[in-house]
């Protein structure tokens, strides 16, 4: 069946390193990669997408590559600073022929020490 | 513009007994999923709704049920709780029609099952 998996599943970094999360998929079908970061308590923020027609974007200090031959993808965070620390998603889906189930990996809790 | 509005936030229940979450999606949107997820991994999909009727379903029990209201807004049921759904349920919000697969979450309803 569909699955997600993503590594490593924690990672301890300082402040104004880069951090990378690593993620693979099953469903070769899925065209759209959502990445997300939940703070403690709170709920799934979407943070930056790429879809399959492209192979790398970039927001700010947030980066996401995707390589469809070898269904990786991955999540680049430079400069990190310590509001960067949280529990961080990739996930996989397969619009529009999926309606939007999203499956997502197990997580990556990121700590950012100052 | 209204984002993804759930209720209640925090609800205990006992073993046995049912319960009801609530949820409007974002302004716009025609499309609720709920997701659950348990302390330490990542949402698992329950099941989506889509024009009143479920779309799609997840891999759990017949004891979660759901239904989806004219004006988009959905409720997600529980029934015969077991200690095991103690975990946060989310729901999230996306636009069918728009093909675009992106969901947004709301705060998500905290569940403690004693």
């Known amino acids: 069946g569909e699955n997600v998996e993503q590594h490593p599943s924690t990672l301890s970094v300082q402040e104004g390193d880069s951090a990378v999360i690593k993620c693979t998929y099953s469903?070769?079908?899925?065209?759209?990669f959502p990445w997300y970061k939940q703070e403690l308590g709170k709920r799934p923020q979407l943070i930056i997408d790429?879809?399959?027609?492209?192979g790398e974007k970039k927001d700010q200090r947030i980066a996401v590559t995707l390589n469809k031959t070898a269904k990786h993808f991955s999540l680049h965070i430079t400069e990190t600073q310590p509001e960067d620390s949280a529990v961080y998603f990739c996930?996989?889906?397969?619009?529009?022929?999926?309606?939007?189930?999203?499956?997502f990996g197990p997580g990556t809790s990121l700590s950012v020490i100052p | 513009d209204a984002g993804v509005t759930q209720s209640p936030t925090h609800l205990i229940k006992t073993r046995g007994q049912q319960v009801t979450l609530r949820c409007s999606p974002k302004?716009?949107?025609?499309?609720v999923s709920w997701y659950q997820q348990a302390l330490g991994q990542g949402p698992q999909f329950i099941f989506q709704?889509?024009?009143?009727?479920?779309?799609q379903r997840g891999n759990f029990p017949d004891r979660f049920s759901g239904h989806q209201f004219p004006n988009y807004s959905s409720e997600l049921n529980v029934n015969a709780l077991l200690l095991g759904d103690s975990a946060l349920y989310l729901c999230?919000?996306?636009?069918?029609?728009?093909?675009?697969?992106?969901?947004?979450f709301g705060e998500g309803s905290w569940l403690t099952v004693v």
């Open positions: 790429i879809r399959s027609n492209v």
């Open positions: 709704y889509y024009e009143e009727e479920e779309r």
């Open positions: 996930a996989a889906s397969n619009p529009p022929t999926s309606y939007d189930k999203v499956i």
């Open positions: 999230a919000s996306s636009l069918t029609k728009g093909r675009l697969g992106t969901i947004y």
């Open positions: 469903d070769s079908a899925s065209n759209y």
């Open positions: 302004s716009g949107h025609d499309t």
